[in-house]
């Protein structure tokens, strides 16, 4: 419920009609000094007769009583959803300052245009207002019925489709309302009032005030049942939803200011409540590292709910979780949602995709889109598992063919292009509602160049020897080879920072020689990878390249293939297995953060998650040249879950984070290894974990695991290495 701070910002002190300026002071409500008022009894002849001839007046208001039904919440939520953002604080202020300045004029020509009951209430609350502003004994009294009628409206529109028990506790609040705005018609244009309208007055605002006093009640009776339906849908939705599907939670960069200026003016405009067309659906196309995802999170109107899917996190990336996600956050978003969704769940959770998608989203958003737009957001729908088929049957559901989708609904998608080619070729969608915008990489190179020179700026250290650099023409090379490509621009610079805080001034030439070189995003990651080793040069020592390179694919591989998301220092406990004297991870990985941490880091690199960006996670798993830094998905598997027992099996000396995430996932990495290319069963030294993983102390260890899934993924490597 709006609070009361937020209108009582004055002293409504009135000037005195007769008298000296200086008879005295009556403060109400304010912290701001204003003129004198002159002394008099209240209800006094004098009082009432000095204000009876008003400066302003309005046209004659007729109150008619009107009662809380479903048409009239429907139609006030629709107006209270529109003007929402500003109206009420500042219809909240004109009425503060027309009592203050006598005149009403100002309030009246703000009224907006709105369904019936509601501009009757609020002309019908200015019918008090000019009331007031003659009657100055009446006047605290006035602003306070303007105050509370407003949070009682504001209150109205929270508790819209809470059911009967709110619409009757409201109903007996519209009483009040009805009969002091009633009198207040009745009474606006009369020049004189006795002390029994006074009176009379009074006495109707002690009911009003009463009736008031229910909207706190109505509130908390409706908040607390909105958390018990919010507490049986998350209860119900537990094991259907994906953690770390925010932007927040997957640290997205925002778009560099001036960069991706139009397309952000068209989303707003596609956006705006005042469409005309049937587009509803807005698709975003581009290659990797046109900065799809980048976009999706610079989006600033609230969504209602966003998913963004990322393969660095396995429960996104699981179509099941989806519409369950999405649906958690629609009850969260709104009371009405959460008791749809609480009802559609009465009788169990939906099983197939289709009744998912009529129950838990449709269902809750044509609800919604009454009274307000709802965005919501995707991004990377293409990155779902076997998304050729995910995404057809997600799509067919929401957008089947001559499907009339609400005319609120704003559904903002990203994915590569060739998804959006599959999607504009299936004849079982309904095409008018979506809209394709491709991210033409050619239109945003002066973008990128602009934000290449600005990024410069603030990497280039401020000291001797740093002056003019880099020239301009070497800004001009990194911006050709960009091409337009955000996310070449933006990972050439971190590894440049990089190699000035490791080198310093001896970098200078060769940085940009390294990251000009023509061959686009590969030619960059090659580049990055052969600064962490250099395999093109010979080596004094072969035994430490091979175990450089080992540890390269142990390291990347695990956070290529981890279940749960980790941060840095938890993947650095998890790598127990990796000896410290021969290869520093920590190290490792603060070398290659310009792959691995997206952007800035706003709390230390230790507590940041790696967030490898899809096109280096594509690149590292079919690379050919140079092969040595290729990762096969069953090695990376094989290996994690060596580290997993070899935590298990020292647990007592080990982090609580190490432990927890190996005692849930040491047996299912096995099992992905024997799925998967690339798993090394010759290496003895997971057949000694395996042996020492039946000793007393590990497996009180990890018996606290789900252990029919353990039994059944090991029995099934087992069977499988015996078929071997």
């Not at 009239?72 to 004109?94: F, P, V």
């Not at 960069?253 to 659906?281: E, M, Y």
């Not at 088929?389 to 799509?395: A, D």
């Not at 009180?700 to 789900?706: G, M, N, P, V």
Request: hydrophobic share 40%; glycine share 6%.
């Amino acid at each position: 419920m709006a609070k009361r701070s937020r209108f009582t910002r004055w002293f409504i002190v009135l000037p005195s009609p007769r008298g000296n300026p200086s008879a005295g002071k009556t403060p109400y409500l304010s912290s701001k000094s204003g003129p004198p008022v002159a002394q008099s009894t209240p209800g006094s002849a004098s009082n009432i007769d000095s204000y009876s001839k008003p400066t302003h007046t309005l046209a004659e208001i007729v109150w008619e009583e009107w009662l809380i039904d479903g048409d009239s919440i429907s139609k006030l939520k629709a107006w209270g959803a529109e003007n929402q953002n500003s109206n009420w604080r500042k219809l909240a202020d004109k009425i503060n300052d027309s009592l203050e300045s006598r005149t009403v004029k100002a309030v009246q020509d703000f009224i907006p245009d709105s369904p019936l009951p509601a501009k009757t209430l609020v002309n019908a609350l200015l019918s008090v207002v000019q009331l007031g502003i003659r009657v100055p004994v009446v006047q605290k009294q006035v602003y306070m019925f303007a105050e509370t009628t407003i949070e009682y409206i504001c209150t109205l529109i929270n508790v819209v489709g809470e059911g009967l028990d709110a619409q009757r506790d409201l109903a007996k609040i519209c009483e009040a309302v009805n009969d002091i705005c009633k009198w207040a018609s009745e009474h606006v244009r009369k020049n004189n009032l006795s002390e029994r309208d006074l009176g009379d007055w009074s006495a109707k605002f002690v009911k009003a005030k009463e009736m008031f006093t229910a909207t706190v009640i109505l509130e908390i009776k409706v908040g607390q049942q909105s958390d018990r339906r919010k507490a049986a849908i998350k209860e119900q939705l537990a094991n259907h939803l994906a953690g770390q599907h925010k932007f927040t939670d997957q640290s997205k960069d925002l778009c560099a200011d001036g960069t991706r200026v139009q397309i952000q003016k068209d989303i707003k405009q596609w956006l705006s409540p005042g469409l005309s067309s049937h587009t509803h659906i807005f698709w975003i196309t581009g290659i990797a590292g046109s900065g799809k995802s980048t976009l999706s999170a610079t989006i600033g109107t609230p969504v209602a709910a966003q998913f963004f899917i990322s393969r660095n996190i396995e429960e996104t990336i699981n179509p099941a979780k989806i519409v369950p996600t999405i649906a958690q956050q629609l009850a969260n978003f709104s009371h009405a949602a959460a008791r749809i969704i609480h009802d559609n769940l009465e009788n169990g959770f939906p099983s197939g995709r289709k009744e998912q998608v009529e129950k838990l989203l449709l269902a809750p958003v044509l609800e919604l889109c009454r009274s307000r737009v709802v965005v919501i957001l995707i991004d990377a729908l293409d990155e779902l598992l076997k998304a050729e088929k995910s995404v057809q049957e997600i799509l067919s559901a929401i957008a089947p063919k001559d499907c009339k989708l609400p005319d609120n609904l704003r559904l903002l998608i990203t994915s590569r292009p060739q998804h959006w080619a599959d999607i504009s070729g299936n004849n079982m969608l309904e095409h008018s509602v979506f809209q394709q915008h491709a991210l033409d990489t050619r239109l945003s190179v002066d973008e990128v160049r602009s934000f290449i020179v600005a990024r410069m700026k603030e990497i280039t250290p401020k000291k001797p020897g740093w002056e003019n650099w880099p020239p301009p023409e070497k800004l001009q090379e990194l911006s050709n080879e960009a091409n337009g490509l955000f996310h070449y621009a933006a990972t050439a610079l971190h590894w440049i920072a990089g190699r000035i805080d490791k080198e310093g001034i001896s970098c200078q030439n060769e940085v940009w020689d390294m990251v000009t070189e023509e061959g686009g995003l590969d030619r960059l990651y090659k580049v990055i990878l052969t600064s962490f080793e250099d395999i093109g040069k010979p080596t004094r020592n072969e035994q430490r390249r091979v175990t450089r390179l080992a540890c390269f694919r142990h390291v990347m591989g695990t956070i290529l293939i981890l279940r749960e998301p980790l941060s840095i220092s938890q993947i650095n406990a998890l790598l127990v297995d990796i000896p410290k004297g021969k290869f520093d991870v920590g190290h490792f990985l603060q070398q290659m953060r310009g792959v691995l941490i997206p952007g800035k880091t706003t709390g230390s690199f230790e507590d940041a998650t790696p967030q490898m960006h899809k096109s280096f996670r594509d690149y590292i798993m079919r690379v050919q040249d140079p092969a040595e830094f290729r990762i096969l998905t069953g090695h990376a598997h094989f290996v994690t879950a060596r580290s997993c027992m070899e935590v298990i099996v020292k647990a007592g000396s080990q982090s609580r984070d190490a432990v927890n995430y190996a005692v849930g996932n040491w047996y299912k990495h096995l099992r992905e290894a024997q799925e998967n290319e690339g798993a090394t069963w010759e290496d003895g030294e997971i057949w000694v974990l395996l042996a020492q993983m039946g000793g007393e102390a590990a497996i009180s260890i990890w018996t606290r695991a789900d252990l029919i899934g353990l039994f059944l993924d090991v029995a099934n490597v087992g069977w499988r290495l015996l078929k071997v």
